[in-house]
């Protein structure tokens, strides 16, 4: 197995980045990278790229150190891209995959299709963070770093709880345990506890929810009036797909969150038989078998739904 360290020879600046709309995976192994350089690595100038990241996640050691926007003309040695997906969806540092040295990209997404220096892509693997633990030496992890990877795992399983987590993802949260991290801390402030407008939102769709195929579907949809109405913004919904999935009787979950007059942004998520990243990579989005989204033009949320219903059909019809 490969070591970060591998691709650190006569580095001396490098750049970390994830994807928009970080999720806690995404902060967690961009923030587990920039420790880990940081503690070990201290020559080496690392700066790490988000926008958008939420203030849940500012007990994570250099959270405030976060970059927003790449200075024009910089050239890194190394380029070091987690979580991302896609090379679209790479934040306000994908400019750098063109002009970077050398770029490796450390992943578990399954419709990641790659194109970088170095590309290592785990679709096995509960998240980013997980990826990015075995690259890294356990004995120069600290516990600034297990907190940052920690907290990555414990927002891509839903804190153990969907089947991408594996006995080994067990084994590398029980590592990162060991190293002093404040678990119940991590997980109750920022995985359980929602704001007021985050619990207006989700009843707001649990209200208006409808359920096709049978009940074997279930969709939920947020418009731009209910945002207005409950004040919600776009990182106000995250969790609901899930929510909507944890249904008795439900296979798949369609979840619609309007973004402006013709966009909706999509996530779906799928108990275990349909592959929800086939049927997102065909509107030109992608994820994991079990939890994807993409991006779909159109002004009817009903007529998005029925066509998302007919595919996830076909899906469990054959
Ligand atoms: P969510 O539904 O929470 O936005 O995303 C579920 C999973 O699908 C995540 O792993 C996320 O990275 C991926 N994903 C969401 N939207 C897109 C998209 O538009 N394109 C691609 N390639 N992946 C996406
Ligand atoms: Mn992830």
């Known amino acids: 197995m490969k070591r970060i360290e591998d691709y650190l020879e006569g580095v001396k600046t490098a750049a970390i980045a994830g994807h928009v709309n970080p999720d806690g995976d995404c902060v967690g192994s961009c923030l587990g990278v ?33 970059l927003e926007k790449a200075e024009e003309g910089k050239v890194y040695d190394l380029l070091i891209l987690c979580d991302i997906s896609s090379r679209d969806r790479i934040n306000v540092a994908g400019p750098l995959v063109d002009t970077a040295k050398a770029t490796l990209c450390l992943d578990h997404h399954k419709t ?12 096995e693997a509960s998240s980013a963070s997980e990826v990015i633990y075995g690259f890294l030496d356990p004995e120069k992890i600290s516990c600034a770093c297990a907190e940052a990877l920690y907290t990555g795992i414990v927002h891509d399983t839903g804190v153990f709880q969907y089947s991408n987590t594996s006995g080994h993802t067990m084994e590398v949260a029980g590592a990162l345990m060991e190293k002093g991290v404040d678990f119940t801390h991590i997980i109750d402030r920022t995985f359980f506890e929602k704001t007021f407008v985050q619990r207006k939102i989700l009843g707001r769709v649990m209200e208006n929810a409808v359920l096709h195929l049978d009940g074997r579907v279930i969709s939920g949809v947020v418009t731009l009036a209910d945002r207005k109405s409950c004040g919600a913004g776009a990182g106000d919904t995250e969790g609901i797909a899930s929510e909507l999935r944890s249904t008795k009787g439900v296979e798949t ?31 030109g989005g992608g994820g994991h078998t079990r939890a994807a989204g993409c991006t779909i033009e159109g002004s009817s949320p009903e007529a998005i739904v029925e066509q998302l219903v007919s595919r996830i059909q076909k899906q469990l019809e054959a």
Not at 35 to 54: E, F, R, S
Not at 253 to 282: G, N, P, T
């Open 253 to 283: 979950a369609v979840f619609l969150y309007q973004m402006d007059s013709s966009h909706f942004k999509v996530s779906l998520r799928s108990q275990d038989i349909v592959d929800v990243s086939l049927i997102c990579s065909e509107f």
């Open 34 to 66: 920039k420790n880990y350089l940081a503690d070990n690595y201290p020559d080496i100038q690392a700066d790490v790229y988000m926008t958008g990241m939420k203030d849940i996640f500012r007990y994570i050691r250099y959270s405030d150190a976060v």
């Open 112 to 123: 990641n299709t790659g194109g970088y220096t170095w590309f290592y892509n785990f679709p």
